[in-house]
C-alpha cells in the first residue's frame, strides 16, 4: 500500500521560501510519477507541478514557473517541492500525489491514485 505524508507547510510573510516535503513509503518513488497539488478556500484542487516517470520529464502551472520546483531524493524516498517568492494567492492546501504507469495527464489529479493529506501554506502580505 502506498501512503504519501507531507510537511513542511506553514506560515510565511510575501517573499519568503518553503520547502513542502513527501514521504513515499510502500513503493520505491523512483518508478511513480509524481505531482503538487493544491487548494485554496472556496476554490476547486489546482494543479502545481509534476514530474513523469521514466523520462523525468518536470511540468509546472504558469502560475507558479520560475518560482517553484520539484525535486526528489531517492535514497530519502521524499518528494519536495521548493517554493520561492511566495505571494498571498499561493495560500492554500498543498497535496503530494502518485501515480503508476506511463503517458498519464500529469496536470490532471484524476490519474494519481494515491495521495497525501495535505499541508497547510499561508502567504501574508
Known amino acids: 500500500q502506498v501512503q504519501l505524508v507531507e510537511s513542511g507547510g506553514g506560515l510565511v510573510q510575501a517573499g519568503g521560501s518553503l520547502r513542502l516535503s513527501c514521504v513515499v513509503s510502500?513503493?520505491?518513488?523512483?518508478?511513480?510519477?509524481t505531482g503538487w497539488f493544491r487548494r485554496a478556500p472556496g476554490k476547486e484542487r489546482d494543479f502545481v507541478a509534476a514530474?513523469?516517470?521514466?523520462?523525468?520529464?518536470?511540468y509546472y502551472a504558469d502560475t507558479v514557473k520560475g518560482r517553484f520546483t520539484i525535486s526528489r531524493d531517492i535514497a530519502k524516498s521524499t518528494l519536495y517541492l521548493q517554493m520561492n517568492n511566495l505571494k498571498p494567492e499561493d495560500t492554500a492546501v498543498y497535496y503530494c500525489a502518485a501515480a503508476d504507469g506511463r503517458n498519464i495527464e500529469m496536470e490532471d489529479g484524476q490519474g494519481y491514485a494515491y495521495w497525501g493529506q495535505g499541508t497547510q501554506v499561508t502567504v501574508s502580505s
Open positions: 514530474r513523469r516517470w521514466p523520462s523525468g520529464a518536470t
Open positions: 510502500g513503493r520505491t518513488l523512483n518508478w511513480l510519477n
